[in-house]
């Protein structure tokens, strides 16, 4: 019998299960070519969805339900929150994107973006390997068919293909690791798990062994070095409104199960998993930026520069081990949530701005089609700018606070190892910066590639608008979310 505990934790999931299938069934009513019935129904349930989520995570409360398997906490309810909100804005950004193109024939778009954040969900509450497992499985099988929703296009298929082959890799390995720490734990549950490991009396190399095969299909859903070799290929082959579905929410998610695993079931192994996150965070900045450098495909750039951001987010989780200093710990984690959620804030209205570039029969994503963007639209210019400029993390944008968090979290960790990381990440920051200015510089300096007027619906431009503020609101007084984030994660790592 199920208790109304374990009922409570889950409600907003229930909600948007229950509407999901009910909007595939509504949808099978609705004629109009933007499916406007279906779109204003889904962004009505993601709006009630949020709502609850931003309610539980103001409580305070933690919640363990079902027999341990699912919990309800401040950390994972203001992500999963954050990843509504996310999915909400692509939706908005993306809709006309997608009627032009002909994706909207029947309500799949909407259809998959909720069942893909239902499995974000289950990423974010799991707290059974099990569970984890199920929710990034329904994560990727979404994904893959949202990537190769544009059936008509060639490198749409190609790019799912990659994506499905390579994502079944990663799944495997993944479910690979947990088999072996459930053999030498004896539980699925993580917390029993943290329990045998700590207690000393299981064979290390056994849970080591466990332990590479986890890091492996953790570094893959992150997109890092060297498991980063689906991301460009996916960013440039898939509809640039699934671009901004899989690059925006999904990375919370990823942090999500990546503090589950590494710091919630298996922190007795943390002076193991972190040289192997310096080692795949150093790739991350190296590769992200230096390929970065060579690209002319605007969404090719800004998914290498996807890797080295990720690299940053592993540098706060590298930070957070250190024994005997629980407010290090805290102070860690929470400088990379909060770099993890201003990353996406900042994806969202990047290709918020490349959505609305492109129009039917033309895709905006060379950087030569932003050329002279400023003459043509000085708005979406500005909002650009204030992108490239958080990505490249130069004040006042959040950006810069987002990349000084972590920075400080790991000089503050001590040791010359992590000083010595902390220069280089500040060296491949500046190289970064080059790729980022380019385009800057295309913007305001090179004759316009067209004259077409650069029309929007009202609630794009509105949203747009919104989303290019807070990156610099927050870039100028970060002090409310960084406190939401350590908040989170003190609460987390007390439960």
């Not at 992200?288 to 969404?299: D, E, H, P, R």
């Not at 407010?327 to 990353?343: C, D, L, Q, R």
Request: glycine letters at 8%; one cysteine or more.
């Amino acid at each position: 019998m199920i208790d109304k505990f374990s009922l409570i934790a889950v409600y907003p999931e229930i909600v948007l299960l229950v509407m999901a299938c009910v909007i595939a069934l509504f949808d099978l009513s609705v004629k109009s070519r933007t499916r406007t019935a279906t779109y204003v129904v889904t962004m009505l349930t993601l709006a009630i969805v949020a709502a609850l989520q931003a309610s539980y995570a103001s409580s305070g409360q933690t919640i363990y339900a079902f027999g341990n398997m699912v919990v309800s906490d401040v950390m994972g309810n203001w992500l999963k929150c954050f990843a509504t909100l996310a999915v909400m804005v692509s939706l908005v950004y993306g809709r006309q994107y997608a009627a032009d193109r002909d994706m909207l024939r029947g309500g799949e778009l909407f259809v998959l973006s909720l069942f893909s954040l239902l499995g974000m969900f289950a990423m974010i509450s799991g707290n059974n390997f099990l569970v984890i497992y199920m929710g990034v499985e329904l994560l990727t099988l979404s994904s893959y068919a949202l990537v190769a929703l544009r059936r008509d296009y060639v490198l749409s298929v190609e790019a799912a293909m990659k994506y499905f082959v390579l994502g079944a890799l990663a799944s495997g390995f993944l479910l690979y690791g947990m088999s072996m720490l459930y053999g030498a734990t004896g539980s699925l549950d993580l917390q029993e798990a943290f329990k045998a490991i700590h207690s000393g009396q299981i064979k290390h190399q056994v849970l080591v062994f466990g332990l590479v095969f986890i890091v492996a299909g953790l570094a893959f859903k992150l997109g890092v070095v060297p498991f980063h070799m689906w991301i460009p290929d996916v960013y440039q082959g898939a509809p640039t409104a699934v671009t901004l579905m899989i690059g925006g929410a999904p990375k919370l998610a990823a942090f999500a199960v990546t503090i589950r695993l590494l710091v919630e079931g298996m922190m007795p192994l943390a002076i193991d998993w972190q040289p192997m996150l310096m080692l795949l965070a150093i790739g991350s900045l190296a590769i992200g930026n230096l390929a970065a450098i060579a690209q002319t495909n605007l969404k090719r750039m800004l998914a290498f520069s996807t890797i080295s951001h990720m690299g940053f987010v592993l540098i706060g989780m590298i930070s957070g081990a250190v024994v005997g200093h629980p407010e290090a710990a805290a102070n860690a984690y929470s400088s990379s949530m909060f770099y993890v959620i201003s990353y996406v804030l900042t994806t969202l209205a990047s290709f918020g701005v490349i959505l609305l570039l492109s129009r039917s029969g033309f895709e905006s994503e060379e950087i030569a089609d932003m050329a002279g963007l400023n003459q043509r639209n000085p708005l979406y210019a500005g909002i650009m700018a204030v992108c490239l400029f958080s990505l490249a993390g130069i004040p006042p944008m959040i950006g810069f606070y987002a990349k000084l968090a972590v920075l400080q979290a790991l000089v503050a960790s001590g040791g010359t190892l992590q000083l010595v990381l902390a220069v280089f990440a500040v060296m491949m920051s500046l190289i970064g910066a080059f790729y980022y200015l380019r385009v800057v510089k295309v913007m305001y300096f090179d004759a316009p590639a067209g004259s077409s007027v650069l029309a929007a619906p009202f609630e794009v431009r509105a949203v747009l608008s919104l989303n290019g503020a807070l990156l610099l609101i927050l870039g100028l007084v970060p002090g409310g979310l960084m406190a939401l984030c350590a908040n989170a994660v003190v609460q987390m790592l007390a439960t």
